[in-house]
Nanobody
Framework: QVQLVESGGGLVQAGGSLRLSCAAS????????MGWYRQAPGKQRELVST???????KYADSVKGRFTISRDNAKNTVYLQMNSLKPEDTAVYYC?????????????WGQGTQVTVSS
């Protein structure tokens, strides 16, 4: 049973930084892609950033230049360095990992970690 365990969320003032980590356990397979999504109160879950096993990255326009995603394939761990945080970054951040299965892709989700940015 694969589990994604997130850490690093918390309360920070606007302009501050946080680093989120997500470690996958319970499986020996590698993930095609890993990433972060977020959901603010009353809003839909949205993509923040993703990274492939080869290191290709994707960012939401709202976080470009402020957030940096990275991963350690050997540890099946993905990180999100968040700088210059804004109050609108406040949300529950969810880790996501995708692996190839027969017939397509399967996605795993973490339990979420709260990020609160005060003005």
């Amino acid at each position: 049973q694969v589990q994604l365990v997130e850490s690093g969320g918390g309360l920070v003032q606007a302009g501050g930084s946080l680093r989120l980590s997500c470690a996958a356990s319970g499986g020996i397979f590698s993930f095609k892609g890993m990433g972060w999504y977020r959901q603010a109160p009353g809003k839909q879950r949205e993509l923040v950033s993703t990274i492939t096993s080869g290191g290709s990255t994707k960012y939401a326009d709202s976080v470009k230049g402020r957030f940096t995603i990275s991963r350690d394939n050997a540890k099946n761990t993905v990180y999100l360095q968040m700088n210059s945080l804004k109050p609108e970054d406040t949300a529950v951040y969810y880790c996501n990992a995708v692996r190839e299965v027969v017939g397509g892709l399967y996605a795993y989700w973490g339990q979420g970690t709260q990020v609160t940015v005060s003005s």
